[in-house]
Antibody
Framework: QITLKESGPTLVKPTQTLTLTCTFS??????????VGWIRQPPGKALEWLTL???????RYSPSLKSRLTITKDSSKNQVVLTMTNMDPVDTATYHC??????????????WGKGTTVTVSS | QSVLTQPPSVSGAPGQRVTISCTGS?????????VHWYQQLPGTAPKLLIY???NRPSGVPDRFSGSKSGTSASLAITGLQAEDEADYYC???????????FGGGTRLTVL
């Protein structure tokens, strides 16, 4: 059974850096074609894709957020870490991590974590 | 403004058939990239519903089907049930953005 769980602070102040950890089980991030991505959803709004790390450590970022995002993986710990700098109240959202399959371009989010809600406020 | 365009809402009576469209462009759906669909029940995380245009993961009823043509894709739900009331999102890859994109989501109301 594949599970993913997001963890991190629920409240951050504007300009601070957010660090979220996705801890997963049931699959290996060393398997060809597999990835872990981050997706967020502001309250009452649509899903927004943020970033993805592939099995071979290649990474992709949303162009609009690329300068603020960093994604890393520790396959031995089954963890993926998302860092987002210079947080703003508009970044208030539920942040999900998800296991992806389908390779480089046709990937889809197979299993999602329940998400963690992050509020940005002073 | 989402790169993939979906109708904000659709509705249907129990037992009816509804379709949800997802319109893209030549840099995503029209470029041949696959379309995937997710169902998000109220207060829960999204769940994969259709992958690679028309494939259903194990456990998804065959009332749900997907198709793709040109720069658009569609999700069809037949035999509508009350528990189908949810938000539905399409997703694809966009070559100009070098990343994934989601549609704006469609809220399905079962009358």
């Amino acid at each position: 059974q594949i599970t993913l769980k997001e963890s991190g602070p629920t409240l951050v102040k504007p300009t601070q850096t957010l660090t979220l950890t996705c801890t997963f089980s049931g699959f290996s991030l060393s398997t060809s074609g597999v990835g872990v991505g981050w997706i967020r959803q502001p309250p009452g709004k649509a899903l927004e894709w943020l970033t993805l790390i592939y099995w071979n450590d290649d990474k992709r970022y949303s162009p609009s957020l690329k300068s603020r995002l960093t994604i890393t993986k520790d396959s031995s710990k089954n963890q993926v870490v998302l860092t987002m700098t210079n947080m703003d109240p508009v970044d208030t959202a539920t942040y999900h991590c998800a296991q992806t399959e389908g390779g480089y371009y046709h990937y889809y989010m197979v299993v999602w974590g329940k998400g963690t809600t992050v509020t940005v406020s002073s | 403004q989402s790169v993939l365009t979906q109708p904000p809402s659709v509705s249907g009576a129990p037992g009816q058939r509804v379709t949800i469209s997802c319109t893209g462009s030549s840099s995503n759906i029209g470029a041949g990239y696959d379309v995937h669909w997710y169902q998000q029940l109220p207060g829960t995380a999204p769940k994969l519903l259709i992958y690679r245009n028309s494939n259903r993961p194990s456990g998804v009823p065959d009332r749900f089907s997907g198709s793709k043509s040109g720069t658009s894709a569609s999700l069809a739900i037949t035999g509508l049930q009350a528990e189908d009331e949810a938000d539905y999102y399409c997703q694809s890859y966009d070559s100009s953005l070098s990343g994934s994109v989601f549609g704006g989501g469609t809220r399905l109301t079962v009358l």
